[in-house]
């Protein structure tokens, strides 16, 4: 796998995530909490021990260590483009490979992994088609990638437009703009959840007769 580090300038978002990483453990929800809220999804998320799994965006890895522990003795490879945030996850000791990384630009290797998972974090890649065509290039046939938020999307799209700055544009698209996204950088038809108990996606690359 092959990787550029970021550059502050690239992305306005990276210095905003950078400025946020020391505190971002405590300003927000117990982390333990969100990973509790996560563990009562387990099932839908079918993850399995032995699964090769990127972790897109992890922040200060709130859930690395509990998606480590799910799929052991498979890998977790934890990117973000925040080094600052990509600091802080380093620092917690967990048995991951972390990764500076920008997912609608680097090279995240070719059929490497099972799957990808956004959890929080795709909103606010810049180049949203880019970055799934960036994707499917890194997952196994068949693989499968998950965008997963515990709000639910009109939820999340308020709130980031409130926050404004440099994150007020960033949204999760409506259910034809995924289709056709996901169509064409190479995946199936997704499934989409969408409620008051959050967001879910998930997608599998399209099998290739």
Request: proline residues 7%.
């Given at each position: 796998m092959h990787s550029k580090q970021p550059q502050p300038a690239a992305d306005a978002?990276?210095?905003?995530?950078?400025?946020?990483?020391?505190?971002?453990?405590?300003?927000?929800?117990?982390?333990a909490e969100t990973v509790r809220e996560?563990?009562?999804?387990?099932?839908?998320?079918?993850?399995?021990?032995?699964?090769?799994?990127?972790?897109?965006?992890?922040?200060?890895g709130q859930l690395t260590e509990w998606l480590v522990d799910r799929v052991r003795p498979g890998r977790v490879t934890a990117?973000?483009?925040?080094?600052e945030m990509l600091r802080k996850a380093a620092a917690k000791g967990i048995d991951a490979a972390?990764?500076?990384?920008?997912?609608?630009?680097?090279?995240?290797?070719r059929a490497e992994f099972d799957?990808?998972?956004?959890?929080?974090?795709?909103?606010?890649?810049?180049?949203?088609?880019?970055?799934?065509?960036?994707?499917?290039?890194?997952l196994k046939p068949r693989g499968r990638l998950i965008v997963m938020h515990?709000?639910?999307?009109?939820?999340?799209?308020e709130f980031h437009r409130g926050m404004g700055g440099?994150?007020?544009?960033d949204l999760l698209p409506d259910d034809a703009r995924w289709?056709?996204?996901?169509?064409?950088?190479?995946?199936?038809?997704?499934?989409?959840?969408?409620g008051k108990d959050g967001f879910l996606l998930q997608a599998r690359i399209m099998a290739v007769d």
């Open positions: 978002r990276i210095g905003f995530f950078d400025r946020l990483a020391e505190e971002w453990d405590t300003s927000e929800q117990d982390p996560v563990e009562r999804c387990a099932e839908r998320l079918d993850l399995h021990p032995g699964d090769c799994v990127l972790e897109v965006g992890c922040g200060t990117l973000d483009f925040s080094p972390f990764l500076p990384a920008d997912v609608c630009r680097d090279d995240l290797g799957v990808a998972l956004c959890f929080h974090s795709f909103p606010h890649f810049r180049d949203q088609p880019a970055a799934l065509r960036n994707l499917a290039r890194c515990l709000h639910g999307r009109d939820e999340v799209n440099e994150i007020g544009g289709r056709d996204w996901l169509k064409a950088a190479g995946f199936d038809p997704p499934e989409i959840s969408d």
